[in-house]
């Protein structure tokens, strides 16, 4: 992939109504349930923002906005309940929210590129999880090519999810970090 990757913070008043439009596009909303109406995505969008164990982000490729991404602490994540969590494991959510991007072989670049990051983040991250819908075979695969492993059907308050764990060893093997 010869294009630039690159990420930035969500901005409230900037991306809620783009954040909005994805969430209600029809291959976004099985799986993220977020179809709901711009006042009451605004609320779950500003509580997300508030949440200090998350951090959003736009993703940008060649200077595009066509993806959102959610990295965060499992410890005070309800996924921390899901597997023995340790305190520097992160999670990662993603969705390409515009239609010309999709099954283009952009998301597993995209998700390495995070997923880089995460890393980086913490030395004492040894751990990166995910946990797609279950059904949506797509992303799961996209995980394992970036070096996700399944590990278990975990149900969740608002889907039944594969836990995936990418570790750090395994990534940098993969990648020759």
Not at 13 to 26: P, S
Not at 38 to 55: C, F, I, N, P, R
Request: aromatic residues 14%; glycine residues 6%.
């Amino acid at each position: 992939m010869n294009k630039t990757i690159a990420f930035r913070k969500v901005e409230y008043e900037r991306d809620v109504n783009l954040l909005h439009h994805w969430m209600n596009k029809e291959y976004v909303h099985p799986y993220w349930n977020l179809n709901i109406t711009l006042e009451q995505y605004g609320s779950h969008l500003k509580k997300a923002l508030a949440d200090a164990h998350h951090t959003l982000f736009i993703g940008y490729l060649d200077g595009i906005a066509m993806s959102y991404w959610e990295a965060y602490w499992v410890k005070g994540d309800i996924a921390e309940n899901c597997y023995i969590s340790t305190p520097f494991d992160q999670g990662i959510h993603l969705l390409i929210g515009e239609e010309e991007f999709i099954g283009k072989g952009f998301s597993m670049p995209l998700l390495r590129a995070m997923v880089r990051y995460q890393f980086e983040l913490s030395d004492k991250t040894v751990k990166v999880i995910a946990e797609p819908d279950i059904r949506n075979e797509k992303m799961i695969h996209v995980f394992k090519k970036c070096g996700f492993e399944s590990i278990k059907p975990v149900s969740l308050p608002d889907k039944t999810a594969m836990l995936m764990f990418c570790e750090r060893q395994e990534f940098e093997t993969r990648w020759l970090l």
